[in-house]
């Protein structure tokens, strides 16, 4: 179920029934090399969160597309909210849910340099609950689970992409995007055939050494039939980890 | 072109050959009574705001899905970001693609409580120009139009609904809506036929007028194909109002 | 009733015996013209709103004279709070009210640049008496009423000024503040003797559209005699509206 | 000469042919014991701010009348910013006009509880100036006066009210503004005849200790003829400090 | 007692036992002149905490190190926090500590540039608990005691450095860190013997009247023996302030 | 070298010479389960830092002690600061160092629980760094280093406490502070022996599983002699990976 296309009355029914929780996808607006989408990782997130949703009927609510992507800022296109802005959008997403008497917010992301933010709108939200509520404060839970890192996913990665996967424009995605949006697929070559690896600091120095935006991938290799295994696996394990967050005491 | 969908490559060529131009859709994530998508004011700004890019070769940012919806918060499933979270977002969105040369930026909106946050930020974002870049700053531009308020629309509005369009949950959105999400389409009685109309003031206020959400609106009159109309009609208009925006001196 | 020549027992009374309302003046220190105050919109605000008071003994805030005005800093004097710092401002008051049992706050605007400003306050004002005080939060109302915006005030300056009143830096602005300060009346020859109209973006974009910083307007017919009137029309207007909101159920 | 009844053009003279400097008066909105004016502070600042404006030609700014005064929140018609807005509306106030070129801010304050405020503000003026221009920041200087600190006051407050002149609501500023408003001069006995003195902590504690509102003191003594000489002492005696800060090197 | 040093079990029964008050030290990370360190401020209002915490069970917060320090930014090494992050950080440890029952709050500050950004943080923390808890909001005592501001240190330093005291970069602040540390005494020639004296503005105003960071002192004569004499004073005056704030009714 | 025990002269000629690097130690002041320190993550980083800085030379910056610890909230004596105002603090310091010419920033981290606001703030530094200062903007660069995650600190820990490290309150940790502070080396017995294990989600969530705050430890097998080895392994360790930071090109 996504929360975009049910009426009020069935988001008042779905919290009735059954379990207070909801999927948030978060992704990123922000380069993705030479053949990837800007929007990868808004999409990565948001394809795999409604595959769950829709198997399980869970409740899925609508992407934050733009994330904090300031390293990407030396490539076109590429846009992002500042840590504190992200902080508060999340805060006021789960609050706002809360509200309503959603307990259980599982994030599922799709960009690295979210991490922090989502992190640390976690603690934001607890404080804020502990300080505006007092002792009658809800029991507010929010896990996060980075859509690449699982085993199914990892292993399936390797196995397709042997050496290449990288680590930003990573053929996994650039594949799972193609799945998602076969229209969009992008014929580019790229130079030299597997991008340089390593880490980084600002955007400046990301473009410096990663000229093409590329970091360790070889995204030439994505194909949407790959997409569509790695969805299928990041889903199903994925919906095993929201499951038992949802399961937990 | 929609930016989630280009490369960085690709809007690199789009600034260097065009006008600087991007349409931003902003919605909003709140009830739209018995029959409406709690997506509805995200889904109309997107779909109009694709439907132009996708006629006019413009460029359309990713769609700000989640607005301003304080008064909708009786509502389960409504979610909002106070007006100084809203405000961050569209002044970090406005700036970053400020960063690359995007010069000029034309909102899609779909929601009437975003107006004032979205204003807000405008005036935001050319205080931030000014203070950071002092006489070198760009020249920005920004502009506001919602999809609902224009001749053709509210011609078309008219005539379709006559005396029982109201100002929420109107039987025009919820069209759009389901000419856009098809599989979505909800069949609910409601009761009275056309809802009590007026103004109001907080969430508790709202919900005393309006006990099911709709505002002075007939919604159960929607039907896909006025959705169609009324998007096609939303559609050529804006085209229009963006065209002279973009031609502006 | 002027609230700074009250003393704390008498605004203690006022809120036993009455409505729990007050007026709210609220106006900009910014450029108008080569004749204009640069204090009009305070002006204004301020003595339509004494106007009232001093009539129906209704309670008077403090001016807020300081607005949102960046699209007019190119022009000497004019002083500007950003938005979200005139969102504070209007929140704190209101709430600092609201701790006393004041309930309904009526904000009589002097300048159009403040009004998304105002607006995006009045919800900050119900997110944040929402969040805090849950349950138990008190029933705030806010409304807002631009002086020149009824149907009174927009007859007389018809009659009084056809054609030229233009869109800032009006003659029937000017006329007020002449009213209200004859002292302060400025003999200024402009040319060409009405601006130039339209929009603007910027405040660069403001000086180099209109130089002197009139838009559309004629000033220089302006008369403290046209003020006198233009008061009493507005004060008339204006009065009604606060009693069918202070009546509203 | 007062911005606010000034023109732009004027203030662009004032600025051309001397000193870029101004004269900022700052109030509070706040109880002041049985029969002191809620707006005291705000009209002691002013009064004594024009009073100079005019002797000197100095320009004077709008008055901030509602200031940080959270101590006096259990009584009735208080108003306060928090500490945070008040900074954010100070620098504001200074940075606008610094871009005018104005470079010397001279504060008139009315209320001790605003010191600290507009101290932090002073600082995070010079730390925004130094931010966002690095070594082109222009040399901006603020002082401080609070009127009632000076010698003349002092020795005047001693010899018409020995002994009861007290800390809040004291008879010098109710003279003050006895003499500024003689038609809202009030006629309250007071009991005891002289507060009680001391400090305090919170709203709470302020209350309990001080349940009229007086600290130390008896301004049944207040006169407008006192009023009218305390105001000279302090004009002349701040106009003399605003005259050195304006010649310092 | 310090905190850092306690178990929460020890926290928990000085809270049960006894006054559930806390000494706060404050200071500063900034140039002291040719001799003086960079952390003084910190470390005469750390090593007097401690002296006062030994001595009378009293719990000792840890020192919040880095303080308001944008004047001295022109030296090598200062570090300052902008005012606003600062109050932020006053207002959240004593929040904090709130939640835990503690009500009584002294801190022990080092160096004058904090005094308004702690003072404004008082009125924050008062402001925030009172919006956060209304009427069962704790009863929140806050004191500010600057170490060298009381009649035995004054005294002292006026008999050990008659005349040479002056106001940054003191003799007595110098010696002080010099007892504490005397691994870190720094034998530097100064020239002239004796420091201008005067006021400032900002950091480069500051660097301009100021060249090597003392205003009016000669540090030169610091000396150990001196700093322990000056600590003791300290130490003793101040713990019977605290002990005054802590039996406060 | 300590910035706190340097004159500005001293960092001023650290600058000309060497590699404009600095290490920055942050922990957090929370409870330690029953016989852990409530500073123990604050003492470890700065013990580890100082380590450092004798061996090499590297300049030290004071040790933010209070860090970002809402989830230990129920447990008397523990300190937070939200994430917002951590992120601020961070930023400033980093900000005010690179002012003076550091260019890179590396942090030796005693808490878990801040890495979230740590990172975030890494990325908040870059955009502030790229909004001021545009295209002349200089080379920050930022790193962390938790000091407990490296091989060597990992590695020692399982030979001393072989399946009883756990994840919170653990024996190396408390190790660490007996050998830095044996005066306050505590006995307390503990039930059950090793804690139980697990996540957790807000503070009440906390206190619920883990009631006498340890996780998964067995921390009575804490030991001043073990604590040297495990400081004496991470200093080395962590001296490495600083020395490969400021190498990097």
């Given at each position: 179920m996504q929360?975009?296309?049910?009426?009020?009355?069935?988001?008042?029914a779905y919290l009735h029934k059954g379990p207070k929780a909801i999927l948030m996808p978060i992704?990123?607006?922000?380069?993705?090399?030479?053949?990837?989408?800007?929007?990868?990782?808004?999409?990565?997130?948001?394809v795999i969160a409604k595959a769950i949703g829709a198997a399980d009927g869970a409740m899925v609510a609508p992407t934050?597309?733009?994330?904090?992507a300031v390293h990407h800022m030396e490539f076109a296109g590429s846009m992002t909210l500042r840590p504190s802005t992200l902080i508060a959008v999340i805060r006021d997403c789960v609050m706002s849910l809360a509200e309503h008497g959603f307990e259980r917010f599982f994030f599922i992301n799709g960009h690295g340099g979210n991490?922090?933010?989502?992190?640390?709108?976690?603690?934001?939200?607890?404080?804020?609950?502990?300080?505006?509520?007092?002792?009658?404060?809800?029991?507010?839970?929010?896990?996060?689970?980075?859509?690449?890192?699982?085993e199914a996913v990892g292993r399936l990665s390797k196995e397709l992409f042997p050496g290449v996967e990288g680590s930003h424009a990573t053929p996994s995605e650039v594949s799972l995007t193609q799945y998602a949006y076969p229209e969009a697929i992008k014929h580019v070559s790229m130079s030299p055939q597997v991008a340089p690896g390593g880490g980084?600091?600002?955007?400046?120095d990301f473009r410096r050494r990663f000229p093409?935006?590329?970091?360790?991938?070889?995204?030439?290799?994505?194909?949407?039939?790959?997409?569509?295994?790695?969805?299928e696996a990041a889903a199903r394990s994925i919906a095993g980890q929201f499951k038992e967050f949802v399961a937990e005491a």
């Open positions: 929360l975009q296309l049910c009426t009020w009355a069935e988001v008042e992704g990123s607006t922000e380069q993705h090399g030479p053949n990837g989408l800007i929007g990868t990782d808004a999409i990565c997130a948001e934050i597309a733009v994330g904090m991490i922090p933010s989502i992190r640390a709108a976690f603690y934001e939200v607890h404080a804020e609950n502990r300080a505006c509520r007092g002792g009658n404060a809800p029991d507010l839970r929010c896990a996060l689970a980075n859509w690449w890192e699982n980084f600091h600002d955007a400046r093409d935006g590329r970091i360790g991938s070889d995204p030439s290799l994505a194909r949407p039939e790959h997409g569509q295994r790695l969805l």
